[in-house]
């Protein structure tokens, strides 16, 4: 399967900072990228589908200018939570599809907002 | 609405036992049927993958699909201490092609433990 990394694994920050995530296709060239959300005892939510040189599609619920998305390379799409907040502490993980239907994923990013 | 349903678990099963774990799921027009592993704090890891009618074999592992019962199932014989996780069941209820590769909808996952 495909070979994806996400970066950091694991982020503390403060109420109000923004943070960065970033996931990393290392074996293919990934048009298409999932992001999705756990929360503890939850089962995945997507969040956004990325896709390389054009805007994110975002699932019903997740707000668009709070969750940033860009997929500038086919190697790399990262996601921005802006003006964190304590609910915003989850499991973030990213997927890659490779023009078919099967997905991979990244190890997660696990997200904590003091 | 577009659900996965998984029966709720957790499910509990001597090693050297078979698992069953099911999966229901509610749009009728949905073509590509995947099992992920996930462990306690990890990400998932894909298992298997079912298009067609029938049961897929894998190792100790073995997919059934019945698109007419909109049921598919895993079942893990032999189960091994280290097949303790949870397993979720996903679809693709998107084939609109284009963008919408690869979309997939979860279930809520079901918690399997496997004892000495």
């Known amino acids: 399967g495909a070979v994806v990394s996400q970066h950091?694994?694991?982020v503390i920050c403060k109420s109000g900072t923004s943070v960065k995530i970033e996931c990393r296709s290392l074996d293919f060239q990934a048009t298409t990228m999932?992001?999705?959300?756990?929360?503890?005892?939850q089962s995945l939510m997507?969040?956004?589908?990325?896709?390389?040189?054009?805007?994110?599609?975002?699932?019903?619920?997740?707000?668009?200018?709070?969750?940033?998305?860009?997929?500038?390379?086919?190697?790399?799409?990262?996601l921005t939570v802006t003006s964190a907040h304590p609910e915003d502490s989850s499991f973030y993980i990213c997927s890659q599809s490779q023009q078919t239907d099967t997905q991979y994923f990244g190890p997660g990013t696990r997200l904590t907002v003091l | 609405?577009?659900?996965?349903?998984?029966?709720?678990?957790?499910?509990?099963?001597?090693?050297?036992?078979?698992?069953?774990?099911?999966?229901?799921?509610?749009?009728?027009?949905?073509q590509?049927?995947?099992?992920?592993?996930?462990?306690?704090?990890?990400?998932?890891?894909?298992?298997m993958s079912i298009y067609s009618n029938g049961d897929k074999e894998?190792?100790?592992?073995?997919?059934?699909l019945n698109k007419a019962s909109?049921?598919?199932s895993l079942l893990i014989r032999d189960s091994q201490p280290s097949d303790s996780a949870t397993y979720l069941c996903a679809v693709n209820m998107d084939r609109a092609g284009g963008t919408s590769y690869g979309k997939l909808t979860f279930g809520q996952g079901t918690i399997l433990t496997v004892h000495p």
């Open chain 2, 1 to 30: 609405q577009k659900e996965v349903e998984q029966n709720s678990g957790p499910l509990s099963v001597p090693e050297g036992a078979i698992a069953s774990l099911n999966c229901t799921y509610s749009d009728r027009g949905s």
């Open chain 1, 8 to 10: 950091p694994s694991r």
């Open chain 1, 34 to 41: 999932f992001w999705y959300r756990q929360f503890p005892k």
């Open chain 2, 32 to 47: 590509s049927f995947f099992w992920y592993r996930q462990y306690s704090g990890k990400s998932p890891e894909l298992i």
């Open chain 2, 70 to 72: 909109q049921y598919v």
């Open chain 2, 58 to 64: 894998d190792g100790r592992f073995t997919a059934q």
């Open chain 1, 46 to 78: 997507l969040m956004a589908t990325s896709n390389e040189g054009s805007k994110a599609t975002y699932e019903q619920g997740v707000e668009k200018d709070k969750f940033l998305i860009n997929h500038a390379s086919l190697t790399l799409s990262t």
